[in-house]
């Protein structure tokens, strides 16, 4: 079975600065998707990004980045020029590209941001 | 468009009580999925639904927990003499199909069992 990772249950970020959460996942499979998540206090999970792991290109979405590493099985969400509205509960979350339609959610990191 | 929602937002139940959880999927998304999500926890599968029939239920904790999506788009998970233990943020998410689509969470109903 499949498993997920997140080492850090808190980190903390001053405003314009660049922090990285990290995630590291187990499986035998070749191909699947990964995920982060951010889970805001109103509890709605929100797609921050996405990374097939069939690409070799670093997902990114404006301030937010990925540094796939597939031999390492590692998948780190880079948060650049951090915002008071990035705080939240991040989820990294892992999905098999063909066997089941479920994610695999890490524990969460929670990031504070410091104004 | 509508995302998805989910109700009640908050529900309080005396252990022993039966219980049901209401989904509404985003329209026109044909895959419905329900997670539990216990305090301080990622969110675990529980059931996933592809149009009417529940194409995996394998994340169902044990029998006194059943999920129906009779008409293809709204769904309910149903509990039946809850336990402390079931106490939880219970999250649903829909997707246009299954595989590869994104999958998009609703707000989730927080369950008390006293």
């Known amino acids: 079975a499949q498993t997920v990772t997140q080492s850090q249950p808190e980190m903390s970020v001053q405003e314009a600065e660049t922090v990285t959460l990290s995630c590291t996942y187990d499986?035998?499979?070749?191909?699947?998707?990964l995920f982060w998540y951010k889970q805001p206090p109103s509890r709605q999970m929100i797609l921050v990004i996405r990374?097939?792991?069939?690409?070799?290109q670093n997902a990114t979405e404006n301030r937010f980045s990925v540094n796939f590493q597939k031999a390492a099985k590692s998948f780190s969400l880079k948060i650049s020029d951090s915002q008071l509205g990035d705080a939240a509960m991040y989820f990294c979350?892992?999905?098999?590209?063909?066997?089941?339609?479920?994610?695999?959610f890490g524990a969460g990191t929670i990031l504070r941001v410091k104004s | 468009g509508a995302g998805v929602s989910q109700t009640p937002s908050n529900k309080v139940t005396e252990k022993g009580k039966y219980v049901e959880l209401r989904c509404d999927p985003i329209?026109?998304?044909?895959?419905l999925y329900w997670y539990r999500q216990s305090l301080g926890q990622g969110p675990e599968f529980l059931i996933y639904?592809?149009?009417?029939?529940?194409?995996?239920d394998s994340g169902l904790p044990n029998d006194r927990f059943f999920a129906v999506r009779p008409e293809g788009s709204v769904s309910t998970l149903k509990i039946q003499r809850t336990e402390r233990g079931d106490s939880a943020v219970y999250l649903c998410?829909?997707?246009?199909?299954?595989?590869?689509?994104?999958?998009?969470f609703g707000p989730g109903t927080r369950l008390t069992v006293l």
């Open positions: 998410a829909s997707s246009l199909r299954g595989l590869p689509d994104t999958q998009y």
């Open positions: 499986t035998s499979e070749s191909d699947y998707y």
């Open positions: 990374q097939e792991a069939y690409k070799q």
């Open positions: 979350a892992y999905r098999s590209a063909s066997n089941g339609n479920k994610l695999v």
């Open positions: 329209s026109g998304h044909t895959a």
């Open positions: 639904f592809q149009g009417t029939g529940a194409a995996d």
